[in-house]
């Protein structure tokens, strides 16, 4: 009945020399040996969960017997598990196996080696939620990705697991080799298709992790030591490419020292050392490089974009750089949004084309290479105003209608889209544009508006009180300096119109701060701005 | 002819239970009862005429428990649950009387062929009771004794329970009749039976009585934080320095990106160069965290019941410096983690400590010795800080000198018994090690020497923690006893007696007023500081309680148990929030996050798992009672190689620490 036995209970009192144990005496006893038994494990399972382990070991069994005051089991070391023999035999017998030790073999045996002491190492675990694939860390389960670096494959993953003692990082043999492969393939400027593969298998490998800091580091260096060598930093700028769109990389924490060469790359004054190098090819490819950054770790690193964007006004507005670092700024700057160059480049427009001019002009720049230099400049600026101004047409859909309105005053064109435009675009405008346009337009803007009478019984009393009706509206300014920079367009669009809009931005100028930027910038750009106006405006004016 | 007689006697059979149907009888599908209709083993026939003999003797039990068995199972599924939790109270009580009539091997048989049935709810307890094989046993063993002196209660419909009385009374079974009604309590409410989620606390077997721990949460808990605390000074000093801090940052960003290879903080105590750069981004993260951070609804303020030490203002300055600087973490920002691993240890290690600045990583050991590492020593040279002055260089090289060999840690001995606990104090330059020897010592790292030796414990001292503000101290032990010890006194303040079984673990409140003890009774209690009384009973594990961690706030405080599962409970009512399921093994270590918006888990199955409980204690603060929907996210687990969690501890700027054992064998 009893997990014991009654023969076990007469087998152990014969060994301690009791030999005459009646079966009754042998049969109450096995049960509460039984129960003493269950007691003290259940002691020495606690003794175990304090030693914080889940294996239950001979000294924790001997921890309990101390509990209660009985003297511990001697022989029974936890060095290992024990070895129990079965009995040959029977079925459920089993013993520990003794061996027979000789003295002598004991005595002269050398010492054996003395255990390493107990050390404590220090790793990341995580970074701020995310765990490095280093060695330290468990592997993290590969996500399969498509390769054709075949010889280099997922083995990164496996790497070598044992811990020594004073190895900081251990990098692979494999890690290594495609590390020599990459950097060779990068500097030797050898073929494009293998090059190609390579920033490929960057871009995808997952297991590169590891590396990254090298490639950092490596990056870092060679864009300090190559600045004459053009090939060599757009292959560098690549490979910041790929590494970026590798999705098992967690750049972010090696951004600090990417930046730096990436925008070096940017702004430099010189890039390459022959004629021919087209470094301004160069210059762009970085500027979308960099923007993709911002737009990926802004979020989390957020004084990424204002240092960046710090170091680039800094370069546009030393009159003391040269062009092509001008140029570079502004492609960065250009790169990262309308919002940025509306804030940053169309403020010192004006000053700056004043100091572009003389290097556009023929007779005055005979250098043909600066001139060359000053036009892309120049190409630079207007396509990140023509950009900014384009996105601002996007965003107010309430644009096209003044547009045809002041059209079709002046030259009696009615474009039957309008009105179509105009329905789609009332509900989520705001009253203003279009009684504005009502108040100054007179009859015909009533006669345009009908499919929205409501607008002009709220832009009746006085037009120049518009915005003071709703100063603090932002839209509202927005969409007036739209409007006024339509305006602008349509002054370049014939004389009839640039007359009315003279007019109109005289109406304006108390409230119209922002639009006479842009009108300036019609009058700095003339009539190159008018590409960077949308199709359907476009197709207005003609 | 022996066929015939079987048959008479089975007819005797149906027509003493009053069972009109021999399919009734193939229904109650015990081996015993079901088969012989069919077949004619002569085992069955034995044991059927056997049956006869002990009509009214031990049979009796297993006959009729294996009826009202059968009939739960096949009861209406709507109100099955509810009458499936009688049937655990009433299978261990007919254990029980079985034993206790001395039918031992009856009892035996009896245990085993239901015993499947609650294994996966009570498998300890099983595995208890399974032992009892004499009724000395029951009377010697404590969890039996209490069993068979409370009821249990069992909250029941109004109609599961008629339909139980019909069903006994019906069947005759007048022994379940009787244990029903001498050992439970039913609880019967009109209406709908209850929702099956509230099933883990329908039947706590617990040895105290029910009522007398509602009593106790009766009880009124101060729970808000102390007044003046360092926390508040910051809050009001907060403003002014964010400014200056903000135009400080300012200047910095500044300077280019090229040049930003230098830290920006470098007072932080943080060994290694490495560390430095990670607060660098630490502290450009915090920076935009906080101003979105909306300010936390302030904690009602308590004044202290004991006397607090007074805190050195240099000291105090470092602590206000270091909670300007934290990190606010939420589920989106989540703490980097810093992990120290043990190696070579040789299984050893039975516990580790890690300081508040994670500067010293302290390691208790079965040999009796405590070995504690300085983290800027490790790794690679770096600048010691101000705070770290303070370790000595001199002495412990002199210790080390004195040893012979180079150690890389300082060896403290003086127990002599496996040390299972140890404690740094707030300032780092104490440590408390509790250990089997039933002693606790304080030592000094400034001098590398034991200072005290605390003792009042009768057996093993299982946990030992400081307040904290230092200077007290609270110790566990397997005496079933906490203890509360000022430093200066060699007797403890005072000692808390009322659990079960051992005191497994002991964690500070808070606001230092109260300290909640978890046991190997399955119960967390919450004792007031002052008076030494129980003010809480928390209800709800299934198995040891191993780990407790008090919010910063005072409001919530979260346990860890043997199985893997955490609970979550609100202070004030006494309730579980939610159960945090995930890990698969003990759970080690909790710690919550400085802001207490995070919660981190450590476990024996080789992860740390971080938690959000921001968004789930909210919520059931808002809906009340309307039960725990709401479930904590976990938010993300990482995983160790092979390295099971011991111990855990944010820092005050919320860097995560952790440390465990590099155990190859897993």
């Known amino acids: 009945m009893s997990i014991v036995p009654k023969e076990n209970i007469e087998v152990i009192s014969q060994s301690i020399g009791i030999n005459n144990l009646s079966p009754d005496v042998a049969l109450a006893l096995a049960p509460d040996v039984e129960y003493r038994?269950?007691?003290?494990?259940?002691?020495?399972?606690?003794?175990?969960?304090?030693?914080?382990?889940?294996?239950?070991?001979?000294?924790?069994?001997?921890?309990?017997?101390?509990?209660?005051?009985?003297?511990?089991?001697?022989?029974?070391?936890?060095?290992?598990?024990?070895?129990?023999?079965?009995?040959?035999?029977?079925?459920?017998?089993?013993?520990?196996?003794?061996?027979?030790?000789?003295?002598?073999?004991?005595?002269?045996?050398?010492?054996?080696?003395?255990?390493?002491?107990?050390?404590?190492?220090?790793?990341?675990?995580?970074?701020?939620?995310?765990?490095?694939?280093?060695?330290?860390?468990?592997?993290?389960?590969?996500?399969?990705?498509?390769?054709?670096?075949?010889?280099?494959?997922?083995?990164?993953?496996?790497?070598?697991?044992?811990?020594?003692?004073?190895?900081?990082?251990?990098?692979?043999?494999?890690?290594?080799?495609?590390?020599?492969?990459?950097?060779?393939?990068?500097?030797?400027?050898?073929?494009?298709?293998?090059?190609?593969?390579?920033?490929?298998?960057?871009?995808?490998?997952?297991?590169?992790?590891?590396?990254?800091?090298?490639?950092?580091?490596?990056?870092?260096?060679?864009?300090?030591?190559?600045?004459?060598?053009?090939?060599?930093?757009?292959?560098?700028?690549?490979?910041?490419?790929?590494?970026?769109?590798n999705p098992h990389i967690h750049i972010e924490p090696y951004l600090h020292q990417l930046m730096p060469s990436v925008v070096t790359c940017l702004v430099a004054k010189r890039l390459g050392n022959r004629f021919a190098d087209n470094h301004w090819e160069l210059r762009d490819f970085t500027a979308n490089l960099v923007a993709s950054i911002c737009k990926r770790f802004g979020r989390v690193y957020n004084t990424l974009q204002s240092r960046l964007t710090k170091t680039l006004v800094n370069a546009f507005l030393d009159p003391k750089r040269t062009l092509t670092q001008h140029y570079g700024a502004i492609q960065g700057l250009a790169a990262l949004g309308p919002s940025v160059v509306h804030l940053l480049i169309l403020p010192n427009l004006e000053s700056y084309l004043r100091l572009l001019e003389p290097e556009l002009l023929l007779e005055k720049q005979k250098n043909e290479i600066k001139r060359h230099e000053a036009w892309r400049v120049y190409g630079a600026l207007l396509g990140a105003a023509g950009q900014c101004i384009y996105d601002k047409l996007k965003i107010f859909p309430t644009l096209p209608s003044p547009v045809p309105q002041s059209l079709w005053k002046t030259n009696e064109r009615i474009v039957l889209t309008t009105p179509n435009k105009r329905k789609r675009s009332v509900e989520p405008m705001e009253q203003q544009p279009p009684s504005k346009k009502i108040a100054t337009d007179g009859p015909t803007g009533l006669t345009n508006s009908s499919p929205s009478p409501m607008q002009v019984d709220t832009a009746a009393p006085a037009p120049s009180g518009d915005t003071n009706k709703v100063p603090s509206s932002s839209s509202t300014s927005l969409s007036n300096e739209s409007i006024s920079n339509s305006r602008g367009r349509s002054n370049g669009a014939d004389a009839q119109s640039l007359k009315k809009s003279a007019v109109l931005n005289q109406v304006w100028k108390d409230e119209l701060n922002s639009g006479k930027l842009l009108v300036s910038l019609f009058q700095l750009f003339g009539e190159d701005i008018l590409p960077f106006i949308p199709a359907p405006e476009m197709s207005l004016f003609l | 002819m022996e066929e015939e007689k079987i048959q008479k006697f089975i007819q005797d059979y149906f027509k003493n239970r009053g069972l009109k149907l021999p399919e009734e009888l193939q229904q109650s599908s015990t081996n015993t009862v079901s088969s012989p209709v069919s077949q004619f083993d002569p085992d069955v026939v034995r044991q059927i005429l056997a049956f006869s003999q002990f009509q009214d003797g031990p049979a009796r039990y297993q006959d009729e428990y294996a009826r009202l068995r059968s009939w739960t199972y096949t009861s209406l599924d709507l109100y099955r649950h509810e009458l499936l939790r009688v049937l655990y109270p009433v299978f261990i009580h007919c254990f029980m009387d079985l034993v206790a009539k001395g039918h031992i091997q009856e009892a035996r048989t009896f245990f085993n062929s239901f015993r499947e049935d609650h294994e996966m709810m009570h498998l300890r307890d099983l595995q208890k009771l399974e032992g009892v094989l004499s009724p000395s046993h029951l009377e010697e063993m404590e969890f039996a004794h209490s069993l068979r002196q409370s009821k249990v209660n069992i909250k029941i419909c109004q109609y599961s329970y008629e339909l139980l009385l019909q069903f006994l009374h019906k069947s005759q079974s007048t022994t379940m009749l009787g244990i029903i009604n001498e050992h439970i309590n039913f609880q019967v409410s009109p209406g709908q039976p209850s929702s099956i989620t509230d099933d883990a606390e329908a039947v706590t077997l617990m040895g105290g009585s029910q009522e007398s721990a509602n009593q106790i949460n009766q009880k009124e808990i101060h729970w808000g934080l102390l007044e003046d605390s360092l926390e508040e000074r910051l809050e009001k000093v907060g403003g002014m320095a964010l400014d200056s801090e903000r135009a400080e940052g300012e200047t910095k960003e500044g300077e280019g990106d090229e040049n930003k290879k230098k830290s920006i903080e470098g007072g932080k105590q943080g060994?290694?160069?490495?560390?430095?750069?990670?607060?660098?981004?630490?502290?450009?993260?915090?920076?935009?965290?906080?101003?979105?951070?909306?300010?936390?609804?302030?904690?009602?303020?308590?004044?202290?019941?004991?006397?607090?030490?007074?805190?050195?203002?240099?000291?105090?300055?470092?602590?206000?410096?270091?909670?300007?600087?934290?990190?606010?973490?939420?589920?989106?920002?989540?703490?980097?983690?810093?992990?120290?691993?043990?190696?070579?240890?040789?299984?050893?290690?039975?516990?580790?400590?890690?300081?508040?600045?994670?500067?010293?990583?302290?390691?208790?050991?079965?040999?009796?010795?405590?070995?504690?590492?300085?983290?800027a020593k490790i790794g690679q040279q770096s600048v010691g800080s101000d705070l770290q002055g303070e370790n000595g260089t001199a002495s412990s090289e002199q210790v080390a000198g004195s040893n012979g060999g180079k150690r890389p840690y300082t060896l403290f001995q003086g127990h002599s018994g496996p040390v299972y606990s140890a404690t740094f104090n707030p300032l780092g330059d104490f440590i408390l090690s509790s250990s089997a020897d039933s002693t606790i010592r304080l030592w000094s790292t400034n001098l590398n020497a034991n200072l005290v030796c605390y003792k009042g414990h009768n057996y093993p001292v299982w946990d030992v923690q400081f307040s904290p503000v230092g200077h007290y101290f609270a110790s566990a032990s397997h005496d079933r006893t906490a203890r509360i010890w000022s430093m200066d006194r060699i007797q403890p303040l005072r000692i808390m007696a009322g659990h079960l079984s051992d005191v497994d673990c002991v964690q500070w409140h808070s606001n230092c007023n109260y300290i909640a003890t978890g046991s190997s009774d399955k119960t967390v209690r919450l004792w007031d500081v002052q008076s030494g009384e129980c003010v809480r009973i928390f209800i709800g594990h299934r198995s040891m309680i191993l780990s407790l961690a008090m919010s910063p706030d005072g409001r919530y405080m979260a346990s860890g148990d043997e199985d893997g599962s955490i609970m979550m409970w609100d202070l004030s009512t006494g309730r579980c929030v939610t159960p945090l399921m995930g890990h698969t093994s003990c759970v080690w270590t909790l710690a919550f996050s400085g802001e207490g918006s995070l919660l981190a888990s450590g476990s024996a199955d080789c992860t740390v798992k971080l938690w959000d409980i921001t968004a789930s204690t909210k919520l059931p603060k808002a809906e009340e009672k309307s039960g725990s929907a709401s479930r904590l996210r976990s938010l993300k687990t990482l995983p160790t190689k092979s390295t099971p969690v011991y111990s855990l501890r944010f820092s005050r700027r919320n860097l995560l620490f952790a440390a465990g054992v590099l155990s190859k064998s897993v």
């Open chain 2, 271 to 375: 060994a290694s160069i490495k560390k430095q750069k990670k607060d660098k981004a630490v502290s450009a993260t915090m920076k935009s965290a906080r101003p979105e951070a909306t300010p936390v609804p302030t904690a009602p303020r308590v004044k202290p019941e004991l006397t607090l030490p007074v805190i050195p203002t240099e000291v105090e300055q470092s602590i206000l410096e270091d909670l300007r600087n934290r990190v606010q973490l939420s589920s989106a920002a989540l703490p980097s983690v810093s992990f120290y691993t043990f190696i070579n240890t040789h299984n050893g290690l039975n516990c580790s400590s890690i300081s508040h600045d994670g500067s010293l990583v302290a390691g208790g050991f079965s040999d009796s010795s405590l070995k504690v590492w300085d983290m």
């Open chain 1, 37 to 245: 038994l269950r007691e003290i494990m259940q002691e020495a399972i606690k003794c175990m969960r304090h030693s914080r382990r889940t294996k239950l070991t001979a000294d924790d069994v001997d921890g309990a017997l101390n509990l209660r005051n009985v003297e511990p089991l001697y022989g029974f070391v936890s060095g290992g598990p024990l070895r129990f023999k079965k009995a040959v035999g029977h079925r459920d017998l089993f013993y520990i196996d003794d061996k027979d030790v000789d003295f002598k073999d004991v005595i002269e045996a050398p010492l054996p080696k003395a255990p390493l002491d107990t050390g404590l190492l220090c790793h990341w675990l995580a970074i701020e939620g995310v765990q490095p694939a280093i060695p330290e860390n468990a592997p993290v389960e590969v996500l399969t990705a498509p390769s054709d670096g075949k010889k280099y494959e997922q083995k990164d993953d496996g790497l070598p697991v044992e811990l020594k003692l004073p190895v900081k990082h251990v990098l692979s043999r494999e890690l290594q080799l495609y590390f020599d492969k990459i950097t060779e393939l990068v500097v030797g400027r050898s073929d494009d298709i293998l090059l190609k593969k390579a920033l490929l298998s960057l871009a995808t490998d997952s297991g590169l992790h590891p590396l990254v800091p090298y490639f950092t580091c490596f990056i870092a260096d060679e864009v300090s030591r190559g600045l004459s060598d053009y090939p060599l930093l757009f292959a560098l700028m690549r490979v910041v490419h790929s590494l970026l769109q």
